[in-house]
Each structure stands twice: as structure tokens, then as C-alpha cells.
């Protein structure tokens, strides 16, 4: 069975199929205007669960994910801070708190990270193509992009022109041809209309206007959608193989990104169309403007990345999703079984009870069942949910192989083969697709009781180091034999004793 997925595009299942072993995946990133929650998070670990299985497949890939660092609601955070001078102050902020869930929550690195603000010569040299082909007029200073020019807009959406409601601030629209245009350039910096919408908090003195770049049509910014497309054309050609991004990106944001690209390259601008459903909260989409979000980093907090990643693929990517007591209580049992067996397969698999010439041909047919339930899973459309179900499926055999194989009155012999491939079996799918931690310790508690822990190892060195000046050398080892017991390895050196988690 190959993979296939659902193409929004064509609004159907298909084949998945490139020329070459090389797939080029354009991630929609975020506006770096607040803190990364977990829905923002549902999308970078589907995104990249298929960035995964791709490389399992055997392609190489090339992931792109852009970061918006140009945008009125950043703009509008101009001042909350002190160090919050200006437009990219607040944005470098929100975009180190970012990767930094990004690396939290174990996901593969992009190859790049393309930012607006250091992609405006690529943009501007798109938006003059536009206008030089007729899909573009300049108006006021602006640039719009001519929906009527362009003979499939409204495709991805499904949607016609006619029906299509105005785009864009209510102070662009006498400058535009038709309702639905959108714009490419905006003539000066962020209106105060813009700024007073997205602010936040009480402002005194001068509104914020963001930064602003010389263009042929004037002093401006570019607009949200064009910033997309001259960004992936710049580090992945005129053609993407998948281009993947949240469903409540449809319209208008992808539909545009389309017509301004194939009008300014007569190429397809993607072969596929991935879109993520919705993560909801109290009944609502999960939403900083609403206020209905958990953040990521408290999130890995409090339930660490292995409990956030088995929520995860609780859902397959296309469906919605709610976070509710009961989907993480389900995730914490999901993840508390599989971890357990992992560890219980690894201990006896490493102990002299493992034998070379036991044989359990149950536990040998259930991790060949597993590995063909799991690739028939993920290739079905990146079924992650049943996916997990196959390695769950494989947790019951194995704890049956244990269990036999201890209760019985002719010594312990567990099957080393049966086991070998199980424990394989768990990292070559459970890490190396679902992006699981199997082997990390602590990964499975959160940065807050890895920081504990930290804690009072060094109030044990500390009490071993008074020990060792009061000459009770005997007390002092024991302290620290007991941190080696509970896996802390303790150095002496020059500067003093330092440790690390085993």
C-alpha cells in the first residue's frame, strides 16, 4: 500500500507520488505576535509526524517553515515591554519562545526559517512581476492583487467570485477594482485602526506605525499573503510538493497565495494541499485573541513532551480535536503503557534471562502484525490515531511474553529475538515517526520537575560537601552512592563537584 492523502485542492483522497526522492514541504508558520500555544503546536508536530514518515518512506526532505515578523498585531505590542521599542523588538521575542517549543516538543529542525523582514527584496521583485503581467495595480501607493484576472480563483475554497466577500481594512476598499482584491503592498506603516484592534494594554503618547521599506510605489509594507509565496519560491522553486497549514488558512490566506503565485510563474505553486483541523478548548477553537490558550512551554511543564505528542496522535491531522480532561488523561494512560513495556521489553531483553534459542512465535508474529498495521495506518492518510493503536496492540504481546515467561518453575527464559525486534520496533516507529522519547530520561516529566530534580542534587552535594569538611568521609560517600542509585553520576573536580542525569 502506498501513502496517500487528502488533497484539499481536489477535495479528495490520493495518491501521493513525486518524481525523484526528494519531497519539498512548506509548513505555514506563525505570526510572532504572542506566546506558541498548543494549538499552534497541533500543526508543527502533524507537520512534522509527516516530515517523519516521509524519511521513513526513504525520501529526502525539504522542510521550510516561514516566521511572520511583519504585522499590525505585532506592531500593536509596540511599548507593553520596556524593552519593546520597536516592531522587531517584539518579534524576536515571540520568535526565540517559539523555537524554542519547537525544540521542546522534540520536532525535526526545518532547513531554514525564512522571516518577511529578510525576504522584502524577493517580495517587492514578486509584486512587480504581478503588475507587469496585469494581475496587479498600483492604487494610492498600494499594490492590489486583480481576483478577476485570475480565471481559477476561488478553486481551493470553493468558492465564486461573485459570492466572495470583501478582503482587506474597510479604508482599502475605495482604493480597490473589486471587493475581493487583495493587497500585495501597503502604502505607508500600520493604521491606527490596526494598532487600536490588536492592542493590548492602556497606551500613552505616539501609536506605533511598524517599519516600513522603500518600493517603487513608495514608503509601505507588504502584505500577509504575497509574503508566503515569495518566501517558499525563495528556498524551494516555483513548485512545492506539499504546502501544509491550519484549515482556518483555506480562505483567504492559501487561496491567494495560489493566484499570485501560478500568475506570476504559469506553474502549479503546489502538488498538494494539507490542512490541519482545529484544536478546541471550553468549546472553542483554541485562540490567543479569544484567550482560551495553554501555552507550550507550561504545557511540556506540567505534562511533558512524550504525554503532548501521544495527545497528538489521538486524532488523525485532518480532524478536529479538543483538549479536555479526559483526551489527556487518555494520552497519559496511551503513553504510560507503551513507555512501561519499553522499558520492561529493554530490561529483560538486557538481562542473562534472555535467551538465544527461546522461541515465542506469538510475540515474533505480533511485531510483524504491528509494523503492518502501523504502515497501513500512516499511509492512510497519516492515520496517527491507529498508528498508535498497532504499537499499543504490540504492548499486550509483549507484557504476555514477560509475564509467561516468568511464571514458570523451569527459569526464566525470555525470547532475546522476540524481544530485539520488539524493543526495534517501539524506537523505529514510536521515535523515529511519532517523535516519542523513549531512552531520554526525564523526558516524559516537565521542565519544572527536571528543575526540581535538579534542586536538590545540589542540596545533597551540598550536604556531602559539609560532610567531606567536617572529615566524615564515610557520610559523604554514602551521599554520594545514594544520588548514584537513583541515577546521578557524580565528578569531583578542580572547580568543585558536578553531576549529570543518566
Not at 64 to 84: F, L, S
Not at 198 to 223: A, F, Q, V
Amino acid at each position: 500500500m502506498t501513502l496517500s492523502v487528502t488533497d484539499t485542492l481536489r477535495d479528495e483522497r490520493v495518491e501521493f507520488t513525486v518524481d525523484g526522492d526528494e519531497v519539498t514541504l512548506y509548513v505555514c508558520g506563525l505570526t510572532v505576535s504572542d506566546d506558541p500555544h498548543l494549538g499552534h503546536a497541533r500543526l508543527w508536530v502533524h507537520a512534522d509526524v509527516l516530515h517523519r514518515w516521509l524519511e521513513h518512506l526513504g525520501y529526502d526532505v525539504r522542510h521550510v517553515e516561514n516566521v511572520t515578523d511583519v504585522n499590525e498585531k505585532i506592531a500593536a505590542r509596540v511599548g507593553e515591554r520596556e524593552a519593546w521599542t520597536a516592531e522587531r523588538d517584539v518579534a524576536e521575542t515571540f520568535t526565540a519562545e517559539i523555537f524554542e517549543s519547537m525544540r521542546g516538543l522534540n520536532l525535526r529542525r526545518a532547513e531554514v526559517y525564512p522571516r518577511v523582514s529578510g525576504h522584502v527584496p524577493e517580495i517587492i521583485d514578486l509584486v512587480e512581476s504581478l503588475v507587469a503581467a496585469g494581475y496587479a495595480y498600483e492604487s494610492n501607493g498600494s499594490v492590489y492583487f486583480d481576483v478577476t484576472a485570475f480565471e481559477d480563483y476561488g478553486a481551493l475554497s470553493n468558492q465564486e467570485i461573485a459570492e466572495l466577500e470583501a478582503q482587506g481594512e474597510p479604508d482599502e476598499r475605495a482604493e480597490k477594482r473589486h471587493p475581493a482584491d487583495f493587497a500585495l503592498w501597503k502604502a505607508g506603516g500600520v493604521s491606527e485602526a490596526a494598532v487600536r484592534e490588536h492592542r493590548k494594554h492602556d497606551h500613552e503618547g505616539d501609536l506605533p506605525e511598524g517599519e516600513t521599506w522603500e518600493s517603487p510605489w513608495g514608503e509601505g509594507r507588504p502584505g500577509w499573503h504575497v509574503e508566503c509565496s515569495a518566501m517558499s519560491m525563495t528556498h524551494l522553486g516555483d513548485t512545492l510538493d506539499v504546502h501544509m497549514g491550519g484549515r482556518d488558512l483555506v480562505f483567504p490566506h492559501h487561496e491567494n497565495e495560489i493566484a499570485q503565485s501560478e500568475a506570476a510563474t504559469g506553474e502549479t505553486f503546489a502538488r498538494y494541499w494539507l490542512h490541519a483541523g482545529l484544536l478546541s478548548m471550553e468549546g472553542e477553537k483554541m485562540s490567543s485573541s479569544i484567550g482560551n490558550f495553554w501555552t507550550v512551554p507550561d504545557a511540556l511543564e506540567e505534562l511533558g513532551v512524550n504525554v503532548l505528542r501521544t495527545f497528538y496522535a489521538g486524532a488523525a491531522y485532518r480532524s478536529e480535536q479538543a483538549l479536555t480532561d479526559e483526551t489527556i488523561a487518555e494520552a497519559e494512560e496511551r503513553w504510560d503503557r507503551l513507555s512501561r513495556t519499553h522499558d520492561r521489553a529493554v530490561a529483560a531483553l538486557d538481562s542473562v534471562d534472555a535467551h538465544a534459542k527461546a522461541s515465542d512465535e506469538a510475540l515474533r508474529s505480533a511485531v510483524e502484525t504491528t509494523r503492518a498495521d502501523f504502515t497501513a495506518a500512516m499511509n492512510d492518510d497519516l492515520n496517527v490515531r491507529e498508528a498508535t493503536a498497532a504499537l499499543l496492540e504490540l504492548t499486550d504481546a509483549v507484557n504476555r511474553h514477560l509475564d509467561a515467561a516468568e511464571d514458570t518453575s523451569d527459569g526464566v527464559a525470555y525470547d532475546y529475538r522476540g524481544l530485539r525486534r520488539a524493543v526495534e520496533t517501539f524506537e523505529d516507529l514510536g521515535e523515529a515517526v511519532l517523535g516519542l522519547r523513549f531512552d531520554a530520561a526525564g523526558a516524559d516529566a516537565g521542565d519544572g520537575d527536571v528543575e526540581l530534580a535538579g534542586e536538590l542534587v545540589e542540596l545533597v552535594l551540598e550536604l556531602r560537601e559539609a560532610a567531606r569538611e567536617a572529615g566524615e568521609y564515610e557520610r559523604a560517600d554514602e551521599l554520594r552512592d545514594a544520588l548514584e542509585d537513583v541515577g546521578v553520576t557524580v565528578e569531583d573536580g578542580p572547580e568543585g563537584p558536578t553531576y549529570r542525569f543518566e
